[in-house]
Each structure stands twice: as C-alpha cells, then as structure tokens.
C-alpha cells in the first residue's frame, strides 16, 4: 500500500471554534510526514481524528486503509501511538510498563531488544516518575513500536525536551523509517519539521497553509540568502565594489554582509569564497544565512511562530 | 486474558507499592483491632448483650475495610488514571475498558481479602475471638459488600472532575461512615437523630449483615441489608459504566 494516510476534507469543530477545516493531504508508506504549526493550529485535533480518538464532523479518514472510528480496534493492532498529555502510574517500573504493553497486543514484538535499542537498559527497574523527560519520551516510542506498527503516530514529541535529548530522539525517528515504517509526527519545532520531516504540512488556524518537501517550501518562498564574513582592518573599496556585482552589500566597520537571491544556478556562497580567494582576501567568522521554515511560515501567514 | 491477568498483577503491585491503598486497606482495621483489644479486651459486656466485644469488633472492622477500600483506593486509583492521562495512553492499545475495570475490581477484592484474613488471624491468635457462623455465608455477604463499594468508588472517579474533588467526596463519605455505621460503636446507644442519619449509609448495611452473618444468623433475617447492598451494586454497575470517561 503507498498511501498509508488518506485524508479529505477533515473538519472538527469544538462548539463554536473551528478547530479543523477542510483539511486534505496524503502520507505515503515509508516517510516521515509532519505536521507543523503554532499552539492551537489544529494539529493535536487532526492526529486524534487519525487515531480514532476523536470523530470528525465531515470528510473522510482512512489510515492503513481503515476507518478509525469503526475499526479502531484493528487499527490500534497494527499502529504505534504516542500521545502529547499521557503518563504512566508513578511506581510502574520501565520493564513492567513494556511486558504489561505487550500484553494487550496478539503479536507483540520482544520488548528486551526495544530496552537496548532506545537506551533505556539502565533504566530497566526505575519507576516513572524518576525518569528525566527524554527517557520518559523514549520509553512511550517503545511502547509505540510494541505491536511492529506499520504506521507510528508521534504527537509533540520533543516539547519541553532539551537540545541533546531532543537531537536523541531525533535519530531514534529516524531509525524507525530506516525499519521500513511511516512516521506521522507533529511539532511546532520548526527546525525539527525541517531536519527530521520528509514532508512538511504548514497548519495554521485550522487549514494546511502548505505542503511539500522541506527544500521546495523554502526554494518556493524565494528568500534571499546572505553572506557574512570579517576582514581585518575592513574592505578595501575595490573589494567593496566587486561584491556589489555579486550581490547588495553592507559594510560595518570590519564586517561585510552580502545579500543574494538563490536563483538555482550559482551559489551565492560560493561567488563570494570565489572572489575572495581570488583577489587573496583574508577573512574569518564567514556565515551563511539561508531561508529556514520558520521564514516560509511567517511568509505564509505574515506572522512569528507563536510559542 | 492474558491483557487481564498481567494487568491485575501490575496494579497488585502498584497496589501494595502505594502507602496509603497498603496501609489503610491492611494495616489500619488491625491497629484498631489492636487498640479495642487494649482497651476491653475480649471479655463479656453487659452493654454488648453479654458477648464479648471483639466477637462483634472483627466483623464490623471487616466492614471498615470494605468501606475504606472502596472509597479509597479504588476511587483514587481510577481518578489519578483519568487525570494523569494514564487512561488516554492505554486506549492508545486494543485493550478492552472492561479489563482495565476488572483488573481494579480483582486487586482491589484480592487487597481486601488479604484484609479480612489478617484481621481473623490476629483476632483468633491474639484474642481467641468467637466465630459462629457460616464461612460460606460470611464470604458471599462480604463480596456482596465489596461490589457494592466498589460501585460507588467508580461512580464517584466517574463523575467528578478531579482527582482532588474525588478525594474530598471519598472522604466526606467515609468519615461519618466509620464512625456512625456502628463499626466503631454500637449505633443503639447513640441518640434517635444519629440513628436516623446512620439508617441512610451504606456501611451500615454492610456492619449489620456481616456482623449478624458472624454471630450465625441466617441471610432471612438480613433481607433489608441484603437488599440495599444489591440496589447498590445495580446502580453502581449502571452509572459506573455510564459516567466512564478515558479523558477528563
């Protein structure tokens, strides 16, 4: 089966708040497709309708080619779910929470290899509520993968987590698509969407603002990329003015700052390194500045991500 | 099945790991025991028609355990689930709601058995209490009870918003209980006001008919006992899986 997601027309409404609207896409089997967004832009509301948590007020849902309000059980057998606000009881302990799991599955996987596998052998014995918030994260994913899931659901997970955990959690993402499975995850981590997600869909206020590959959303917005560097005692004006057919230039005091539109041909990066080893210009601290998600959604919306 | 034997066996454990489910479920009714066996000892009373007072003690602390159980451990345990999103996270799997209900009403009779067998042992080594009556009987008049407590702890966990306000309920219900359903005192000596009071909670119900199954009376002469304990458990069965939520 290619597609592994099929949405259409998804609407959710929660008394007058339209938390959900019109919303269509499709996840293809072996990607990790995510779904981005601020705080409230329907995300949560939208996983919830895939997992069967949630019914839709209209559209169609079919994920494994099943409708999750009517074979959820089904469903529930053969996908991983991760859920943003969930817990464990405080005196569970690691292995217990994996062999009670299991139970509730017909064909679980070995819960052992899953221990080592997330780094969470040394934490066999401890309970929950002792656990940091990344191993907590990490023990739900192995919970998620106890029954071999085709398809795992992976809801803001690396929220309150800090940057060594979260670039952890990322390759253990990452590891799961190398194991042939689909991944669908939400974040509002913008740079999370753009280093982890094959596929991007932008929500915002309820409606996929955007959808495509990370690289085709930020090439699409045609930001300019820029060029900063430092040389010693400042730029001669004939480098000034060698810059300026490259691109707009800006001089402060030692830095130079060289603007320039990716036109897809050349690189702006590299017409300067060019020019600059060229004329045997010694320089230090160059930087380059490109585009990220984060540029493509507030071009999008006009607005900062909230967070 | 076997999702419904491991998770009885987990919340066992988690049962026994938590303070106070362990301590006011096992230990509590055998401090009392303790504390009435000091003060009279288990010697004839006048004011207990002549019987020896922890003869009548064992059944009614029996009945101080059920009331205790029921509304503590099982209405927190069900509440902090829902509240903590323990519930949300396991109707992530294809286990039943029904499993995650038995497996509470499994370790929660289990507990309360393995308290009315501490109990009988202490009174019978310490104080050669007096059993006469029907095992059989005194064991079907205590599952009875049991449900019918387990009923209201999952109706309160059902029905109210929080963990805390769960707790406040479960508490405001159990104190006047233990003290007024003549577990502790002999409700005939107190004044016709209380007695009215007592006649509308449920614990005293379950002190009359496990105390009259003790002493060998007969299930006929507890028809009203019996009765309001099974109107119970119907209600309780009908609003606990009605007011069931896996999210608050």
């Known amino acids: 089966m290619?597609?592994?997601?099929?949405?259409?027309?998804?609407?959710?409404?929660?008394?007058?708040?339209?938390?959900?609207?019109?919303?269509?896409?499709?996840?293809?089997?072996?990607?990790?497709?995510?779904?981005v967004g601020p705080n409230g832009a329907g995300k949560t509301t939208t996983i919830e309708c895939l997992e069967g948590l949630r019914t839709p007020d209209a559209g169609t849902v079919r994920v494994l080619g099943l409708d999750p309000q009517r074979n959820g059980k089904l469903l529930r057998e053969r996908t991983g779910m991760q859920l943003q606000q969930s817990a464990l009881p405080d005196r569970m302990r690691v292995w217990e929470a994996l062999d009670t799991y299991s139970s509730y599955y017909a064909k679980p996987v070995d819960w052992k290899p899953l221990l080592a596998q997330l780094g969470l052998e040394e934490k066999r014995p401890a309970p929950f509520a002792k656990l940091s918030g990344g191993q907590k994260q990490r023990l739900f994913i192995a919970l998620a993968l106890l029954p071999?899931?085709?398809?795992?659901?992976?809801?803001?997970?690396?929220?309150?987590?800090?940057?060594?955990?979260?670039?952890?959690?990322?390759?253990?993402?990452?590891?799961?698509?190398?194991?042939?499975?689909?991944?669908?995850?939400?974040?509002?981590?913008?740079e999370e969407a753009e280093r982890l997600c094959d596929r991007v869909a932008i929500l915002d206020h309820g409606r996929i603002v955007a959808l495509d590959t990370p690289p085709n959303l930020i090439h699409g917005l045609g930001a300019e990329e820029r060029v900063a560097f430092t040389v010693a005692g400042g730029p001669s004006p004939a480098l000034q003015s060698a810059l300026s057919g490259i691109g707009r230039t800006e001089v402060q005091g030692e830095r130079v700052v060289v603007h320039g539109k990716p036109d897809g041909e050349t690189q702006l990066v590299s017409e300067v390194i060019g020019l600059l080893t060229a004329q045997r210009v010694v320089f230090r601290d160059l930087r380059t500045e490109q585009a990220t998600l984060e540029d493509v959604f507030l071009g999008l919306t006009g607005r900062q991500l909230r967070d | 099945m076997r999702g419904l034997a491991k998770t009885a066996w987990m919340e066992a454990k988690l049962f026994l790991r938590e303070p106070m489910s362990a301590f006011f479920t096992?230990?509590?009714?055998?401090?009392?025991?303790?504390?009435?066996?000091?003060?009279s000892g288990n010697e004839p009373a006048p004011q207990y028609g002549g019987q020896r007072m922890l003869d009548t003690a064992v059944p009614s602390l029996i009945a101080m355990i059920i009331g205790i159980t029921g509304l503590m451990p099982v209405t927190m345990t069900m509440a902090t689930y829902?509240?903590?999103?323990?519930?949300?996270?396991?109707?992530?799997?294809?286990?039943?709601?029904?499993?995650?209900?038995?497996?509470?009403?499994?370790?929660?009779?289990?507990?309360s058995c393995a308290g009315m067998l501490l109990l009988i042992a202490a009174g019978t080594l310490v104080y050669h209490v007096r059993f006469e009556g029907n095992a059989l009987s005194v064991l079907g008049g205590f599952i009875?009870?049991?449900?019918?407590?387990?009923?209201?702890?999952?109706?309160?966990?059902?029905?109210?918003?929080?963990?805390?306000?769960?707790?406040?309920?479960?508490?405001?219900?159990?104190?006047?209980?233990?003290?007024?359903?003549?577990?502790?005192?002999?409700?005939?000596?107190?004044?016709?006001?209380?007695?009215?009071?007592?006649?509308?909670?449920?614990?005293?119900?379950?002190?009359?008919?496990?105390?009259?199954?003790?002493?060998?009376?007969?299930?006929?002469?507890?028809?009203?006992?019996?009765?309001?304990?099974?109107?119970?458990?119907?209600?309780?069965?009908?609003?606990?899986?009605?007011?069931?939520?896996?999210?608050?």
Do not use: C
């Open chain 2, 144 to 248: 009875l009870s049991s449900l019918s407590f387990f009923g209201i702890g999952f109706m309160l966990a059902g029905s109210l918003p929080t963990v805390r306000s769960a707790w406040v309920a479960g508490m405001a219900l159990l104190y006047p209980m233990m003290f007024l359903s003549g577990a502790f005192f002999t409700v005939d000596l107190l004044p016709k006001a209380v007695r009215t009071i007592s006649a509308f909670m449920p614990l005293t119900y379950v002190v009359n008919l496990l105390r009259g199954l003790w002493a060998g009376d007969a299930w006929s002469k507890h028809v009203l006992d019996a009765g309001v304990l099974v109107g119970l458990l119907v209600v309780g069965v009908v609003v606990s899986t009605k007011a069931f939520r896996w999210e608050s």
């Open chain 1, 148 to 190: 071999d899931p085709q398809l795992v659901f992976l809801d803001e997970l690396t929220t309150g987590l800090d940057p060594q955990a979260r670039h952890a959690i990322w390759d253990l993402v990452r590891d799961i698509r190398a194991k042939g499975k689909t991944v669908f995850l939400t974040t509002h981590f913008m």
């Open chain 2, 82 to 111: 829902r509240e903590r999103g323990i519930l949300r996270r396991l109707r992530t799997t294809p286990v039943a709601s029904w499993v995650v209900l038995a497996a509470q009403v499994i370790v929660n009779f289990a507990m």
């Open chain 2, 26 to 39: 096992l230990i509590f009714p055998l401090m009392y025991l303790f504390i009435f066996g000091a003060i």
């Open chain 1, 2 to 35: 290619d597609k592994v997601v099929q949405v259409e027309g998804l609407r959710k409404v929660y008394g007058a708040t339209v938390a959900v609207d019109d919303v269509s896409f499709e996840v293809h089997e072996g990607e990790i497709f995510g779904m």
